[in-house]
């Protein structure tokens, strides 16, 4: 066949109009840009072409060519197709049955538009076109037998490719035509894969009778094959299983049957004219490849009852006898079933799913996660993985859920009550849309692959051949990140759902402890202590009431979500205790039910630790807080003030004004304990955090302006019940070291000075007196007996220490530091700042101190010794005994104390001549340092993250046990939340430990160095 080139005429007469080059366009082109082709002058060339006269202008063939993925590939394809035809009755019989025979015309077509690679084998083989003609019954759902004699005519691996083409070929136009769904043709796949093996093995048999004389040799399918849902383009793969016929020699036997399967494995995966068929795995079988090819049915039992892993069983829900001594294979998965329905038994089943399922996710390169169909987070796997759990645990006594279908076993989970309707309908549809989606990837060049293309003429063309036809690429997107965040949130979910029915079953005040199989489900869920998991699920959920009623519908997703933490049952216990105290109220369920993200951020605060959840069960109504994401940024400092001042002046006494101020402390708290909670485990609707250092900076502020609101507060009940309006002193609270810094965490002290200053015309005895009396009255409030959080204020780092007065004047510390002060109180007050009382007398403090924490010229080299030798003191003194350094968060290697007194001596240094280390915050001065720098950026980036590292440990510690702490808890438990808080994985405290001793030695290093000048 000969084509138009460009290079022809300027204007030439085609039928159905003109083109003109240069001149405007002909109706020709404007019609195949309207069926979607995106290069028309292209086509019309090719529609030129002689060979095509009879059907150029025939309008069902431009519709067809316009129904398909990929017009412009589709015509190709034709023309190509047509120019093989070996002669011109061919290519009539060609033409004249696709301008006749609408079923050809859409399959043959539909396929050149969605596969480059089945055009490339009908330009080769021109006459199996013919194998779209029929449309029958028999045609449209073919079995292994119909295969079979397809592959009939095969007699060597050449043909038995050509063949398996030509069969593929007419699966692949019912599937791009909807004649067939993706389960259908995924079984179809499978069965063509079987039909295949046995045509190679039969082979393979031929080519060695003796061999197949002495053995019996069953192949059994694994994987997608075995489940009858293969791709168009895998492994297969299988597992052997042979014995000796009778009277034969076993060892010889097996040897036959090993040379049989490995000349049948070729067979089917050496490449030769025409290409593979795909290779054959055998890696699933005992031992993997470091294990016998063939193994008798009793060394297979033998393995799997004393060397199994978890994954092995798992494999095994798909296993399926597909050809050779079809009895003997039957016999093998028979023996292995009841090992594989006890599978959930094994000790920690639910965890090595998981971490094989997470491992699966790590092995992914970097820059292929977001476009990983099959294992990326919200794939195909995850489905898998999260169905076949469910068959494992709920398999053992209900046979109707062991399908080895992905889509089969779904649907008798959902029949049977483990999973919900709705949910098991959506999560069938994302799994058939993703399935789809990998099919039609696969199928245009015919290649293993599972990553969404980014070219835009690949999203093109499989967003068409999935029936998108507006905007093809953005519907195709859109619908692939909706099915993908589908399958995210059903993934954990599905594993709860039946502890719902196991409860909505009992009868009103039936006991839980006889509901065998829901115990059994708790402890694969890691619930430690089922029998109460149980009694709370039965309190909660039982009876006929709409309370109960959304208790149900709640309860089998928050499960999932109390058993992604460290303490499920901590988990259920506080919710049991919340919905106690508030499930009278009208709104609590309600904001659960319709509010997804309340509930589940309730889940991850009450299973996180202790702290929080205590918070929550004193002020239960802050769980309305948790509605809006909006509802967990910390308020600041100036409406938490005015909030807690209003609640001072209505309060009767000074203790009560005390008690609402540490109300609305206790509330406070609980939102920034709960928000970074939410921040460092994530949420569905809210992901965890990238930067660690926002989490901190975040919380350290809200402590911190909360603290100054409450000690606001406190003062002014203070005055008001001993002075009325006006003390006769001006007062001021400075705010001392994490507490100046804007660094508090969750159980620090409140380091502060006090400053007062009398009035115009006041005694300065009586002024003393009323500032003395002031600060005792402070320090007894906030000290009174009390469930919530301790706030203690520690004025230690005053002149003269414990020895001197708590309050002074501002000429007293003036004169107290122009005589005596030492270096250490110079470094001090690089974290001062006011935080409550008289503004004007706060400002003149910090002034007061500049010069001070700010020297001029720096420091001195005997006062640079002096710093030195205190940081030096410290470590050798004060570290607590028996306490491993390498992991105390505080004074530790690499810690807090480390990194601290690295830049408050960069500070002493340099603050007179750089402004920017004028602050009293640790980062912001590093970071000032580094800018300046008097830091390398590499040795700054050291240092912050280990200090970000090391406060974060401490806020963990409080957040998990209640208390505050230096040093990683030592129950395992506690440790594992410490982990989770931190972003680590189940199982991965190892790595945490690792992670913090690496960074914090790095970071000593630095300090070593820079600070002591090493």
């Not at 690679?117 to 292994?144: I, K, M």
């Not at 949910?423 to 799994?431: P, S």
Request: charged residues 30%; contains cysteine; hydrophobic residues 45%.
């Amino acid at each position: 066949m000969t084509l138009p080139h460009e290079g022809e005429s300027a204007k030439r007469p085609l039928k159905g109009g003109w083109r003109e080059t240069g001149g405007r366009r002909s109706s020709t082109f404007t019609r195949l840009l309207r069926h979607g082709f995106t290069d028309p002058s292209a086509a019309e060339r090719l529609l030129d072409a002689p060979d095509l006269d009879t059907v150029r202008d025939d309008p069902l063939l431009l519709d067809a060519l316009g129904a398909t993925a990929d017009p412009d590939l589709a015509l190709l394809g034709l023309v190509r197709l047509v120019e093989g035809q070996e002669d011109e009755v061919g290519r009539r019989e060609l033409l004249d049955t696709l301008v006749t025979a609408k079923p050809l015309r859409d399959r043959l077509l539909g396929v050149l538009g969605a596969s480059e690679a089945l055009a490339d084998h009908l330009a080769r083989h021109p006459r199996d076109w013919r194998a779209l003609v029929t449309y029958e019954a028999v045609d449209l759902h073919p079995g292994v037998e119909e295969f079979e004699r397809g592959l009939a005519e095969a007699t060597d691996p050449v043909s038995l490719r050509v063949s398996y083409r030509r069969c593929l070929l007419a699966i692949a136009a019912r599937d791009v035509c909807g004649t067939t769904d993706v389960a259908e043709a995924a079984a179809e796949l499978a069965d063509l894969a079987t039909a295949t093996l046995r045509a190679a093995l039969a082979m393979a048999r031929a080519a060695a009778p003796a061999d197949a004389a002495q053995c019996r040799l069953a192949v059994i399918a694994m994987g997608k094959c075995g489940g009858h849902e293969l791709n168009y383009v895998s492994d297969v793969d299988v597992i052997f299983v042979g014995e000796a016929v009778e009277g034969a020699d076993e060892g010889k036997a097996l040897r036959a049957a090993t040379r049989l399967a490995s000349h049948m494995m070729r067979i089917c995966s050496e490449t030769n004219v025409e290409g593979t068929i795909w290779p054959v795995d055998a890696n699933l079988r005992p031992e993997g490849r470091n294990g016998p090819l063939v193994r008798t049915l009793s060394s297979h039992l033998a393995y799997y009852q004393r060397w199994a892993k978890t994954w092995e069983f798992q494999a095994l829900l798909k296993a399926r006898p597909v050809a050779g001594d079809l009895e003997l294979g039957e016999e093998y998965v028979a023996t292995l079933a009841p090992l594989v329905w006890h599978a959930a038994e094994r000790e920690n089943f639910v965890a090595d799913v998981q971490k094989m399922r997470r491992r699966v996710i790590e092995n992914i390169p970097a820059g292929e996660v977001d476009r990983e169909l099959k294992l990326g987070p919200g794939g195909l796997r995850d489905v898998e993985f999260a169905v076949q759990m469910l068959q494992l645990v709920h398999g053992r006594s209900d046979t109707s859920i062991r399908s080895g279908s992905t889509l089969e076993a779904l649907a008798a989970l959902g029949a049977g009550g483990y999973v919900g309707r709705v949910d098991a309908a959506q999560l069938d549809d994302a799994y058939r849309f993703l399935r789809a989606l990998e099919h039609r990837i696969q199928l245009y060049k015919l290649r293993r692959t599972h990553l969404v293309p980014e070219d835009d003429a690949d999203l093109r063309r499989i967003g068409r051949s999935l029936g998108m036809r507006t905007e093809p690429i953005t519907e195709l997107n859109r619908a692939w990140k909706r099915h993908t965040s589908v399958v995210r949130r059903l993934h954990e979910k599905l594993f709860y759902r039946p502890l719902l029915d196991a409860v909505a079953q009992l009868a009103p005040g039936e006991t839980r402890l006889s509901t065998t199989a829901a115990r059994e489900r708790l402890v694969a869920l890691g619930y430690a202590d089922p029998s109460a998991a149980l009694r709370h699920l039965e309190a909660l959920a039982s009876g006929v009431s709409r309370k109960a009623a959304i208790q149900r519908t709640l309860l089998p997703v928050l499960l999932g979500w109390f058993a992604d933490s460290a303490d499920p049952d901590a988990g259920l216990l506080g919710f049991r205790k919340v919905s106690d105290a508030l499930g009278k109220t009208p709104w609590y369920l309600r904001l659960l039910r319709d509010e997804g993200a309340a509930a589940e951020n309730l889940a991850r605060v009450l299973s996180a630790g202790r702290l929080a959840p205590d918070l929550l069960l004193r002020a239960p109504e802050a769980v309305a807080l948790l509605g809006d994401q909006r509802g967990l940024e910390p308020r600041g400092r100036a409406a938490l003030e005015q909030e807690i001042l209003a609640a001072v002046r209505r309060a009767d006494g000074a203790e009560q004004a005390v008690t609402a101020a540490r109300g609305v402390r206790r509330r406070e708290l609980f939102r920034t304990a709960a928000g970074d909670i939410i921040g460092s485990y994530g949420t569905e609707e809210s992901p965890a955090e990238a930067d660690p250092g926002a989490l901190v900076d975040r919380v350290g502020d809200a402590i911190s302006d909360l603290t100054s609101a409450t000690l606001a507060g406190t003062l002014r009940a203070v005055v008001r019940d001993g002075w009325g309006d006006t003390l006769p002193t001006r007062f001021a609270v400075i705010g001392m070291g994490r507490f100046g810094g804007h660094e508090l965490g969750y159980g620090s002290d409140a380091d502060v000075l006090f400053v007062h200053e009398p009035r115009e015309g006041a005694d300065e005895q009586e002024a003393a007196k009323a500032a003395a009396k002031v600060v005792a009255e402070m320090r007894r409030l906030l000290q009174l007996p009390s469930a919530d959080p301790p706030l203690l204020i520690d004025a230690d780092l005053r002149p003269e220490g414990r020895s001197g007065p708590l309050v002074r004047t501002l000429k007293s510390y003036a004169a107290y530091y122009r005589r005596w002060s030492l270096v250490w109180e110079s470094q001090a007050l690089l974290r001062a700042e006011p935080v409550a009382g008289d503004e004007e007398l706060g400002r003149a403090f910090i002034d007061l101190v500049a010069p001070l924490r700010y020297p001029p010229e720096g420091l001195g080299e005997d006062a640079i010794r002096e710093v030195r030798r205190l940081k030096a003191r410290m470590e050798a003194e004060r570290m607590p005994r028996g306490a491993d350094p390498t992991l105390h968060a505080k004074l530790g290697r690499g810690g807090l104390s480390d990194v601290e007194w690295t830049v408050q001596l960069l500070q002493l240094e340099h603050a007179w001549a750089e402004p920017g280390l004028r602050t009293t915050r640790t980062r912001e001065a590093l970071a000032a340092a580094c800018a300046a720098e008097l830091i390398p950026a590499e040795e700054a980036a050291t240092l912050d993250e280990a200090w970000v590292l090391a406060t974060r440990v401490r806020n963990a510690v409080m957040l998990v046990r209640g208390r505050a702490g230096d040093t990683f808890p030592s129950d395992g438990r506690e440790l594992a939340a410490v982990a989770r808080y931190l972003g680590y994985d189940p199982g991965h405290v190892g790595d945490m430990l690792d992670d913090y001793r690496r960074i914090t030695r790095r970071a000593r290093a630095v300090m070593e160095e820079r600070f002591y000048g090493a």
